[in-house]
């Protein structure tokens, strides 16, 4: 007898905007404060105090342009966010500051996330998608200097890229690039040398949210059709689909991995969050709570196990928070 | 009949004359279905028999060339025989070519597919005759092209040349087409104007099917002309015609068994690699399988069963419904609301009477916004229900944007369509409320759009017909039990007469007797249809009245569609005016139209005008009998 699906630990209100992005904050010691970081589609970066459950903060950097990326660069105080005014924004938010530091101007007018990976100590990596349509930028971070430009060949017709994942095997090694396109192919970059080293055409629609485990070298991609599709990366460097999974409605705007490998989230056209295995893809919960398209999932990284969280931000202007397979 | 082989120098005048003299006495079939075969055999390979078969046409007399010609024509079994049997009498006697090009092709049309293949296969396969060949087509193209011809020759003569068309077509050569490319460029263009601007369905697709075979033709390379229509036996029939199957082509058997064989035997060996290809990717999997702990059995799915396909809500009341139509972005509560519709107004007749006009105003000028399936009867619907719920106003509304500026056919057309089905509904209050679907229940009226209601109206009338005499003889009534009193009684005038009012004051964009007589046909047959559901109304007596001086001003129309929808007006109008109303308040009118449909049965060159008028006539005799042997 199947358990029905859980209620959400509880929903947070008050962006008054429908919600494109989340990332949580939560691996600090005693006394801080666990944080969600959400950006909204009226510009405002909104900080929720997990404890109270109210914003702490709203940071206004964007002009009232849609802000549809937050990621944290070692630690809540440092903050980077992304809007549509075509601006990738560095924030300081220690000791109860709220300013912008630095900014990229990335002319680039689209709703590629950036994708940010810590390579040493004090630098990182930022991949984004560029001026031109179909190009993506690696920056290196704080410095702002170009690591590289990945350029399609001519006559690819790749389109513009969707979804960006920079990861590498483990620290110290060559740091490698998934971007996912809008013609629906997936390609493997190589930084360093700036070529492609694999292309997969997994969807027959763009590619709207990928993500990659490079532990086991799998990955997962969603799109705008009814088809989710898990490839996996083999010794060679190539792409190959693994399998495909069909749904019930069409159109996924997002997709995460747990940290710990088990469970993946995707968020649903249709309003529903569902939650799979990761190992084999099984179907897991259906959660049913929002009344409008969800646009991000995001999972917490509590290092307290049964912490862990799930927010989902929806077009519905509201957060619902999760507490789910939290045992394991 | 024998005739004496070897080298004998005999004249054959004398049987050219006795066979010349037969088969003008009308008995080709006997003499041809004997001497013919024989003729075949003999000539098939034998040059001297040819050459007598030659003399003997040759030499009858002109004035039985004629007979005995199409005698030949009509009874050899292939064009090659019939090359072989005429030779080139064609290009040897006026009389023979006159039968050949112009009277078999332009002035009859009588005869079967399988003589103008053998007439028009005759003239392709000589030099000499190519020449006729290629004239014949001109002179066909001419008459099809013209629109004096599309407008006044029946539907039968011109499937005939269209046959001719395409079998001449599919003769000619290369260079041939070459050298005339331009002329068959400009008459096709003519022709398929003509032809498109018709109002028989079937004369527009005989214009679009010559058409494509002609532009298939001459451009071998490039865009080929490609028309919509409905592919029936009769469609393919017409193209198989552009096809030449060769006679003479002796299929080399061995060759292709070489060449089949090969094929088969690379088949087998790219299926075996794929095979082999499938069987090492499944075997994978399982290996992996089998290797891999399930470690994550602990996690437990939840209940999933109410994850189903996501249905979005249709709003519950009408003005919401108006709203959503009118303003909303979002497509997925549009479509819901689309579908929903009908059943709403039907459900809530106090609400939409309410709005009623307003509904129907939106419903008009409704555009489709995404693509569901059913658009437009779905709108028809949602159209009948509100006309059916309100009718005097929105009846006031739709016959008064009719006759307004700026509308489409379309739109124009589909207010009489929603007219007709909600009298339709409203003449049988026992349907109201059911599902109807259009023109099921009613067996006689097809309603939907582009269906031919002539054909349904040749049915009601038969019908009718003998129904009276039955209705006489029995004396019952033969509406259908209405439960309730007939809705359509008090409402009738509002459909009809702002209909007939200005049919005859020229818009700018609408002119009914000019240009738009596709509409102007449909008007008609849709008044034949309003006066026949009036039957019982109070007002039909004066409908009737009013319909048959319409009749009177338009029966001189040159397109037999909307005279077929007059002679339907004249019938329904006989059929529901009560026979005593007739004759009294209308017998100037009967008398005219009487007159009016001896003239049609006899001149009318459409099959259904006449038909339909004759159909009438007895109508007519049957009411005067029976107005006589009731007792006054």
């Keep these: 007898m199947a358990l029905p699906p859980p209620d959400p630990q509880f929903v947070l209100r008050g962006t008054s905007a429908a919600v494109h992005t989340l990332h949580f904050s939560c691996g600090g010691q005693e006394p801080d404060v666990p944080v969600l970081f959400s950006g909204s589609e009226n510009g405002f970066v909104h900080v929720w105090n997990l404890k109270t459950h109210r914003v702490d903060t709203a940071l206004d950097g964007h002009g009232r342009k849609s802000v549809y990326c937050v990621e944290t660069m070692g630690g809540k105080n440092r903050l980077l966010s992304q809007g549509r005014d075509q601006r990738i924004c560095l924030w300081d938010l220690a000791e109860g500051r709220a300013s912008v530091t630095d900014s990229v101007f990335t002319e680039n007018v689209g709703f590629c996330r950036c994708s940010l990976l810590k390579v040493a100590q004090g630098r990182w990596l930022m991949a984004m998608a560029a001026k031109a349509l179909d190009e993506v930028q690696v920056l290196e971070l704080p410095s702002k200097t170009s690591v590289c430009t990945l350029k399609p060949e001519v006559g690819a017709k790749l389109g513009m890229p969707m979804c960006l994942k920079l990861w590498q095997l483990n620290c110290g090694s060559q740091p490698l690039l998934l971007a996912g396109y809008e013609d629906g ?31 086991k070298a799998k990955g997962i991609s969603g799109s705008s059709e009814k088809v989710l599709s898990i490839w996996s990366l083999n010794e060679q460097q190539n792409l190959q689909v693994y399998k495909t999974h069909k749904l019930v409605n069409a159109g996924i705007s997002d997709i995460t991995i747990r940290p710990d490998k088990k469970i993946l989230a995707t968020a649903g056209w249709d309003h529903r969050i569902r939650i799979f295995g990761w190992k084999k893809l099984k179907p897991l919960a259906v959660l049913d709570y929002h009344t409008a398209t969800v646009h991000c999932v995001s999972f917490s990284d509590h290092k307290n196990l049964s912490e862990r969280l799930l927010a989902a931000g929806s077009k519905d202007h509201r957060i619902s928070i999760w507490s789910i397979y939290t045992q394991t | 009949v024998c005739f004496i082989p070897g080298g004998l120098d005999c004249s054959i005048c004398f049987v050219s004359h006795v066979l010349g003299k037969v088969c003008v006495h009308g008995r080709q079939k006997e003499i041809l279905s004997v001497l013919v075969p024989r003729l075949t055999d003999l000539t098939k390979s034998d040059c001297i028999w040819q050459r007598i078969c030659w003399r003997l046409v040759e ?26 049997l005429l030779g080139n009498l064609v290009v040897k006697n006026k009389k023979a070519q006159f039968v050949v090009t112009q009277k078999v092709l332009l002035l009859q049309y009588g005869h079967t597919t399988a003589v103008l293949q053998n007439l028009l296969g005759y003239l392709s396969l000589d030099s000499l005759r190519r020449a006729l060949l290629i004239k014949v087509l001109q002179e066909l193209l001419e008459t099809w092209g013209s629109s004096s011809a599309v407008k006044h020759s029946p539907p039968e003569q011109q499937q005939y040349i269209s046959k001719a068309i395409l079998i001449c077509l599919s003769h000619l050569k290369e260079p041939e087409i070459e050298s005339c490319r331009q002329e068959l460029l400009t008459s096709m263009m ?50 198989s015609f552009l096809v030449q199957t060769p006679p003479f082509c002796v299929v080399p058997s061995l060759p292709d068994d070489d060449r089949n064989e090969k094929a088969d035997a690379v088949l087998p060996l790219v299926l075996e690699s794929n095979n082999k290809s499938h069987t090492g990717a499944l075997v994978m999997p399982d290996e992996e399988l089998d290797a891999e702990l399930d470690s994550d059995d602990d996690l437990m799915p939840y209940d999933m069963s109410e994850d189903k396909e996501l249905k979005i809500k249709a709003p519950v009341y009408i003005r919401d419904c108006i709203e959503v139509l009118t303003g909303s972005e979002d497509v997925d509560k549009w479509e819901a609301t689309i579908k929903a519709l009908e059943s709403l107004v039907r459900k809530n007749p106090a609400a939409t009477r309410e709005v009623s006009v307003e509904l129907a105003k939106v419903l008009l000028h409704l555009e489709e916004k995404t693509c569901i399936e059913g658009f437009v009867e779905l709108r028809q619907r949602a159209q009948v229900a509100v006309l059916t719920t309100d009718p005097i106003p929105v009846a006031k509304y739709l016959t008064s944007q009719f006759y307004s500026l700026n509308y489409s056919l379309r739109q124009r057309v589909d207010i009489l369509d929603v007219l ?10 026992k349907s109201r409320g059911k599902t109807t679907c259009s023109g099921a229940q009613n067996p006689c009226i097809q309603l939907l759009p582009g269906s031919d209601s002539s054909k349904g109206w040749r049915r009601i009338v038969d019908e009718r017909i003998k129904s009276k005499t039955r209705r006489f003889a029995t004396g019952q009534s033969q509406v259908e039990l209405a439960s309730g009193p007939n809705e359509f009684s008090s409402v009738a005038g509002y459909f009809f007469f702002p209909l007939i009012q200005h049919f005859d004051r020229p818009l700018t964009t609408f002119d009914l007797l000019g240009e738009d007589h596709f509409v102007l046909g449909r008007l008609v047959h849709t008044l034949a249809t309003l006066m026949y559901l009036a039957v019982n109304t109070a007002a039909v007596t004066a409908m009737g009245k009013a319909l048959l001086e319409f009749v009177w001003a338009l029966r001189f129309h040159t397109d037999p569609y909307v005279r077929q929808g007059l002679l339907s ?25 009487q007159s009016w449909l001896g003239d049609l049965v006899e001149k009318d060159p459409d099959g259904d005008c006449r038909r339909l008028a004759l159909q009438n006539l007895l109508l007519m005799e049957n009411l005067k009998k029976k107005l006589k042997t009731v007792p006054s």
């Design chain 1, 185 to 215: 192919s997936v390609v493997l970059w190589n930084l360093s040398m700036g070529k492609a080293l694999s292309q997969l055409v997994c969807h027959q629609e763009p590619v709207m949210s990928l993500d990659f485990d490079s532990e």
């Design chain 2, 59 to 84: 030499c009858v007399p002109d004035r039985w060339m004629e007979a005995v010609v199409l005698g030949f024509v009509q009874t050899a079994p292939g064009a090659d025989v019939l090359s072989r």
């Design chain 2, 420 to 429: 007709v089905l909600a009298a339709q509904e409203l003449s049988y209050p």
């Design chain 2, 190 to 239: 003519e022709g398929v104007k003509c032809h498109l601007d018709s109002n028989l369905p079937q004369i527009r697709r005989l214009g679009m099917i010559v058409a494509e075979s002609i532009s298939s033709k001459i451009n071998t390379e490039g865009p080929v002309l490609k028309f919509q229509y409905k592919e029936d036996d009769e469609a393919r029939e017409l193209k």
């Design chain 2, 569 to 593: 007006c004249i019938s329904s109008t006989l059929l529901s005016v009560p026979t005593e109303c007739l004759l009294d308040d209308m017998t100037e009118e009967l008398l005219e139209s």
